[in-house]
């Protein structure tokens, strides 16, 4: 649905969500190469702050771990490859960063750029005396020598670098692990080991260090010439580092001095908003700079494809997509007039609509702050609830007892929709549409739902309980559930103060298998899409296979008359 209320503009695009299951894609070859040395040097921190961690055992047995740290890391090979990855992570980094056109960018993406910023400064005279000395001067870095010359003058400073570097690498990898499902489903224990393992590295660090200083037992074998070759190659390092960060950070301001005299292109989007901007910056970072909300998951780096937009005007201008835009929309069975922001430079004047809903902050423009204004695609969880043989119970009752059950039937099954995080989406004569999973993952979402059945139930019961003696025939109420992509967005009264619904076959599915309930004598048929997505089972259903019209492969659900065995957990 657009953000002018034209449910057919996206129909294209509801496929990619459908499809897009099959794992991240892995970005083009700068890309790889900065993700690839960056694990390498993630595996060197690991093995160290590992190291560090059996200090709280006691001095020797960091020495004696140190001895599989050194042999895997100090040999020719393990040198060459970290010196390699080291080199190459940074010079990827720096180029990254020259390329940018703004540095209006996410949080986590400043966090990322400012603490690689301040790596090199504390890590270049640490890695002078570990690597520098033992080269030149034959020192041997063991952990008697390096935890005296640290404690405690440098012990602030170097207890900071462990933390900056660790924080560094857990961000690079959560946006990069975050795209796979296994990583979602172990995101707790992931984070208990990114918080406990720079715990024990610093605690065992700080044990070992004072353990020594109060042995006093070690003679340090730095001369004090060579501590001024150490602060003199340091400084020298450093001012090449930090040279060329500044080169980088320069040549943004260049890029957008120059672009104050290019001409400009317009970039329309939803709702008739424009904004201009100069040809060469990304889509993306077009609409960062003027402060229109775009997801992008991966930062970027064409993994994710969740910064897809769907090209309405201007399309015959763009040229192909590259290689690894290319691959990822071919993943996801993107329709042809659908690209990613973050890989497409418009060069002429464009119209787009985004295709997957994004939060925008609270100071973003008023148009803006609502995601479904502009027609947003998610995957959700989809309920029809219907009142059975309505035209039969209310056959020659008053106006009043139709019209007072009718209400006490949708207000509380409403009510049960509503306590499990659903949304009422709308009220269909004695039918109700609901839609679970907008605001969460998917799992959350198809759980709310069966646990809102369950909820249902219970008002099915209290309502047949209730109601007086000239109703006759017992009150039964029968619910369809399926879950699929959607496209999500506010229809009619110019978009902005619109109903929200969603559109799409996921509620086509829906409402047919409410229908089966008839043929199946049943209270809930689910589709199996909607168990798989909850990961639950239900072994006392009964299954069956229906046939929808216009696909191929039949669907199957389950149905149950009684949900009395049906268990939910929680999340």
Known sequence: MTASGSPSAPSSAAVPLAKAKAGPAWGNWRQ???????????????????????????????EEGSLWHYWIWRNPVGEATLLIAAVTHVSLALWRTAKRRT?????????????????????????????????????????HQMLTSLWPNRGVAQSILLLVVWTHSMIGLHFWLRLYPIYRRLKYAAL???????????????EGARRLELTKDVKLKITPEQYDWVFETADQARAVVFGLIAVSLLVIVFRY???????????????????????????LEISRMNDVPLTSVCGGRARCSTCRVKVLNGGDHLGDPAPAEAAVLSRIGAADDVRLACQLRPQHNIEV???????????????????????????????????RNFTGITESQLAYDVVHLLNSYLDQASLAIREQGGYVDKFIGDGIMAIFGMDTDARTGARQALRATKGIEEVMRSLDAEKGPQFRDSI??????????????????????????????????????????????SFLAVSKDVIDAAEIELPDANT??????????????????????????QG
């Open 353 to 387: 609509q985004p295709l997957v809903a994004v939060k925008a902050k609270a100071s973003t423009s008023e148009h803006l702050k609502d995601a479904y204004y502009w027609g947003v695609e998610k995957e959700v969880s989809v309920m029809f609830v219907d009142l």
């Open 32 to 62: 790889r190469l900065r993700l690839w040395s960056g694990l390498i040097l993630f595996v060197f921190c690991l093995s160290h702050f590992s190291n560090h961690a059996l200090g709280i055992i006691s001095v020797n047995a960091m």
């Open 257 to 283: 001095l120059i672009s104050l005299t290019a001409q400009k292109l317009t970039i329309t989007y939803p709702g008739g908003l424009s904004v201009k901007a100069k040809p060469g910056a990304t889509l």
């Open 103 to 143: 540095l209006k960018i996410p949080p986590w993406e400043f966090a990322q750029l400012v603490l690689g910023f301040y790596i090199p400064w504390s890590l270049i005279p640490h890695v002078t005396v570990t690597m520098g000395l033992n080269e030149n001067f034959g020192f041997l870095p063991t952990y």
């Open 476 to 521: 039964r109420l029968g619910i369809g559930l399926h879950f699929g992509p959607a496209i999500l967005g506010r229809i009619g009264s110019a978009g902005a103060n619109g109903g929200l619904t969603a559109l799409g076959d996921v509620v086509n599915t829906a409402s047919r298998l409410e229908t089966e309930n008839k043929n199946h004598n």
């Open 544 to 569: 069956s296979e229906i046939k929808l019209r216009g696909k191929e492969i039949p669907l199957q659900i389950f149905t149950l008359n009684r949900l009395d065995t049906l268990v939910v957990p």
């Open 192 to 206: 208990a080991f990114a918080i406990a393992l720079p715990v024990l590295a610093l605690w065992g660090f700080i």
